[in-house]
């Protein structure tokens, strides 16, 4: 059971560079999000999908887009990178319910020179 | 709105003595509240969650949690540290209906031999 996974785990781009960060869950969640840490901010909300087909922005959306290609997968898209975009994103998700605990990924650490 | 504030970016103990991480709570609706784990180089992974059941809520490897409506409050408690429980540790609260968590900003547990 592998749970969620995001690929890539380190990344280092260009200032305006575009790239994709997959996430895939295999746990049949309908809720998935995107998150990035930053020291001493601890997570920031970028993206969340409440259910397949819908997506809405969380605190820091700006500079990102997402698709949530179907149930188990989430991807984010940096159209042009900025080094303020340098950080370590997490994908999360979770079943149906304000409840629901979020599993987590590994992490993708991303530099932007 | 809601937020959560961790009164302290770091704690330092002993080993064997007991552990005390610090979290207060603003939410405009009976929250949800939580705290997560996060070892060096890994995501994030649930200790516990409130959810109004119980106002003192246990969770794994020991810690426990209590909920404190009048002071806001929702303090992770261990009565004796172990070296594995060096990590950060972050609090959560989320609004009710809400898929938005928001997150502290983090305490760095260290634990001396």
């Known amino acids: 059971n592998a749970g969620v996974t995001q690929t890539p785990k380190f990344q280092v781009l260009k200032t305006g560079q575009s790239m994709t960060l997959q996430c895939a869950q295999d746990m049949n969640h309908n809720s998935m999000y995107w998150y990035r840490q930053d020291p001493g901010m601890g997570l920031r909300l970028i993206y969340y999908s409440a259910s397949e087909g819908t997506t809405d922005k969380g605190e820091v959306p700006n500079g990102y887009n997402v698709s949530r290609l179907n149930k188990r997968e989430f991807s984010l898209r940096l159209e042009s990178a900025a080094p303020s975009q340098t950080s370590v994103y997490f994908c999360?998700?979770?079943?149906?319910?304000?409840?629901?605990?979020?599993?987590f990924g590994s992490g993708t650490q991303l530099s932007v020179l | 709105a809601q937020s959560v504030t961790q009164l302290d970016s770091h704690v330092s103990v002993s080993e064997g003595t007991p552990v005390l991480l610090r979290c207060n709570y603003s939410?405009?609706?009976?929250?949800?509240l939580f705290w997560y784990v996060q070892h060096p180089n890994k995501g994030l992974q649930l200790l516990l969650k409130y959810t109004s059941a119980a106002t003192l809520v246990k969770g794994i490897n020991g810690f426990e949690a209590e909920f404190k409506k009048s002071e806001t409050s929702f303090h992770l408690t261990k009565p004796s540290a172990h070296m594995s429980d060096a990590a950060e540790y972050f609090c959560?609260?989320?609004?009710?209906?809400?898929?938005?968590?928001?997150f502290g900003k983090g305490t760095k547990l260290s634990v001396i031999p």
């Open positions: 939410s405009s609706y009976s929250p949800s």
């Open positions: 999360a998700s979770s079943g149906q319910g304000a409840y629901e605990k979020l599993f």
């Open positions: 959560v609260v989320r609004g009710a209906g809400s898929y938005q968590l928001t």
